[in-house]
């Protein structure tokens, strides 16, 4: 039930990238190509293209292209590629408002995929067709939660979630299935379907979340084996801006640790919370430092 649940959002997320990128035509490619002016800018377009796609990998595979065909430079895409791993916490924060509530989506889910399948079967505008795509995707990605969260649920009392108590472990498991599957959205929501069991402490979430994050680099590493020699340095930049978040929100969290007792059950609001802050903490000196690079470039 738990690898169908994941089955469902993986696919989930698949079909609404898809009807997202059909529907904008295109367009997704011409925005990111036009966005690099400042690297503020190119951040609050990297993070707000990153949130509609639902995958900051899939953006970092977009501007490896964008640089391989000599489109936009490698400098301009850094503000992007800072900008798409705040926007992959969108998806976080869908799943966890959306399970919320008596009358929840997520309570509604089989009627939005009924509704969604009937527009892509009956309505001929092709437009339109692609929004029902988009909402039967959508719908998938709260199935997949359900059927998850339902799956782990009779495991709290299980003595292998005792296990989860050890920040290197931890850290090894975010990194490992977020590097198999090959995307930290999934792989969060993966988490909050446990956490909605209360068996994930503050204590494993944050290292698990650290670990997901560098985990996630893994597809633009893959899809940049062919690319050229400035290409290559997207997904290295999108690489060393999650390792700079890992060392920066390692440091930070053995601090909070030695002050504060972390052993305390999380909820799916906190992991995207702690998501969302992970991804700031490491763009703020990175927008500071490609800011002050870029300048010195052009001085010089």
């Known amino acids: 039930m738990f690898l169908g649940g994941l089955g469902f959002l993986l696919f989930g997320m698949t079909v609404t990238e898809m009807g997202l990128r059909e529907l904008c035509e295109g367009k997704l490619r011409s925005v990111l ?68 509530g008596s009358v929840s989506i997520a309570t509604l889910y089989p009627i939005l995929i009924l509704f969604g399948s009937l527009i892509i079967i009956l309505v001929r505008n092709n437009k339109i067709r692609k929004l029902g795509v988009i909402l039967s995707g959508f719908s998938l990605i709260i199935a997949g939660m359900e059927n998850m969260s339902a799956a782990v649920a009779p495991l709290i ?101 030695i002050i504060i007792d972390l052993d305390f059950a999380v909820s799916p609001f906190d992991i995207a919370s702690i998501h969302t802050a992970f991804n700031l903490l490491a763009a703020v000196p990175a927008v500071i430092i490609t800011g002050k690079s870029r300048r010195i470039k052009r001085r010089l």
């Not at 609050?44 to 949130?51: D, E, L, N, Q, S």
């Not at 953006?59 to 391989?68: A, E, K, P, S």
């Not at 985990?215 to 690319?227: K, N, P, Q, Y």
Request: glycine share 12%; charged share 10%; net charge neutral.
């Open 33 to 100: 190509a036009r966005s690099c002016g400042t690297v503020l800018k190119g951040a609050v377009t990297g993070c707000a293209v990153t949130a509609l796609l639902q995958s900051s990998s899939s953006v970092t595979v977009m501007l490896t292209g964008l640089v391989d065909a000599e489109i936009i430079g490698v400098g301009d895409a850094a503000g992007i590629v800072i900008g798409s791993n705040i926007g992959t916490s969108a998806t976080a924060w869908i799943i966890a408002v959306c399970g919320e």
């Open 157 to 257: 009392d299980e003595k292998s979630f005792e296990r989860l108590d050890d920040p290197f472990t931890c850290f090894i498991s975010g990194l490992v299935v977020t590097g198999v599957i090959q995307s930290s959205s999934a792989s969060v929501g993966i988490l909050q379907a446990l956490a909605k069991t209360g068996s994930v402490t503050a204590d494993a979430a944050i290292p698990i979340i650290i670990g997901q994050n560098i985990g996630t680099c893994s597809t633009a590493l893959i899809a940049a084996v062919g690319a050229g020699k400035n290409a290559k340095k997207i997904p290295l930049a999108h690489l060393l801006f999650n390792i700079l978040g890992a060392l920066l929100s390692g440091v930070l969290y053995f601090v909070i640790r």
